[in-house]
């Protein structure tokens, strides 16, 4: 294989990547987005513990960590 030839095989090497590199982006986009996509989570109910009145929490006394 002569000097040219190399030459033209390296250019000809680096001319395929630049021109398929939108098409890698694009292709990259796609399956990222087909395979790895968040999908929507079901909404379940809230609950509100705001409206809590049993008993309050500074009168429960803690056995296990008692002194």
Do not use: N
């Amino acid at each position: 294989m002569t000097f040219a030839e190399i030459i033209l095989l390296v250019a000809g090497g680096f001319g395929i990547y630049f021109v398929l590199r939108p098409l890698q982006r694009w292709l990259e986009a796609y399956l990222l987005g087909k395979f790895f996509a968040r999908r929507p989570r079901v909404h379940r109910p809230t609950i509100d513990v705001t409206e809590f009145t049993s008993r309050l929490s500074h009168k429960k006394e803690d056995h296990e960590h008692r002194s």
